[in-house]
T-cell receptor
Framework: DGGITQSPKYLFRKEGQNVTLSCEQN?????MYWYRQDPGQGLRLIYY???????QKGDIAEGYSVSREKKESFPLTVTSAQKNPTAFYLC????????????FGSGTRLTVV | DQQVKQNSPSLSVQEGRISILNCDYT??????FLWYKKYPAEGPTFLIS?????DKNEDGRFTVFLNKSAKHLSLHIVPSQPGDSAVYFC??????????????FGKGTLLTVNP
């Protein structure tokens, strides 16, 4: 079954620590995305990548970093510079060059303790 | 600046009746619109989409209407079922300097269908 997998489902982090969220897809999609969901805020774009070894900042990239070394993987690192990291993080992918929609992962809930 | 707006945070309807969810957009470069359904602690799932060359698209109980002149789209669910209770996100994309790869989402509307 093709799909997009995010892990872990729940993640706890102490203040001042970096943490990396995993996103893997076997859909052969070129483009991958990271969104953040907060209550009442909808989905806000953090970073996106249209091709391997290339990525762009989204609307709220500060305090986050990404890498795209493989087509299948697009990990997101939440750094200690992110002021309010507690949120629900969603990874998505799509076929590049189309106006179609995304396939989303099931999300990671990050809580800073 | 919010380019996709869902002005109703919540909507409650009776089972069997019609649910109408509304969405407005401001960016005239958007030419493809989508609706996603999301349950708590899960990723959104694609529901239905519409291209700007159409004004209506129907898929079973779900119909999306697009009014380009008003920059407005709506999702109709009829008949509504309790399993439709979820948050519905409106999203838009457009062909403009790479933005065709990005979806811009509204803040969502929580639909509750009462038995």
């Amino acid at each position: 079954d093709g799909g997009i997998t995010q892990s872990p489902k729940y993640l706890f982090r102490k203040e001042g620590q970096n943490v990396t969220l995993s996103c893997e897809q076997n859909l052969n999609h070129d483009a991958m995305y990271w969104y953040r969901q907060d209550p009442g805020q909808g989905l806000r774009l953090i970073y996106y990548s249209q091709i391997v070894n290339d990525f762009q900042k989204g609307d709220i990239a500060e305090g986050y970093s990404v890498s795209r070394e493989k087509k299948e993987s697009f990990p997101l690192t939440v750094t200690s510079a992110q002021k309010n990291p507690t949120a629900f993080y969603l990874c998505a992918s799509k076929v590049a060059g189309t106006g179609g929609g995304y396939t989303f992962g099931s999300g990671t809930r990050l809580t800073v303790v | 600046d919010q380019q996709v707006k869902q002005n109703s945070p919540s909507l409650s309807v009776q089972e069997g009746r019609i649910s109408i969810l509304n969405c407005d957009y401001t960016n005239s470069m958007f030419d493809y619109f989508l609706w996603y359904k999301k349950y708590p602690a899960e990723g959104p799932t694609f529901l239905i989409s519409i291209s700007s060359i159409k004004d209506k698209n129907e898929d079973g109980r779900f119909t999306v209407f697009l009014n380009k002149s008003a920059k407005h789209l709506s999702l109709h669910i009829v008949p509504s079922q309790p399993g439709d209770s979820a948050v519905y996100f409106c999203a838009a994309s457009g062909i403009s300097g790479g933005s065709n790869y990005k979806l811009t989402f509204g803040k969502g509307t929580l639909l509750t269908v009462n038995p």
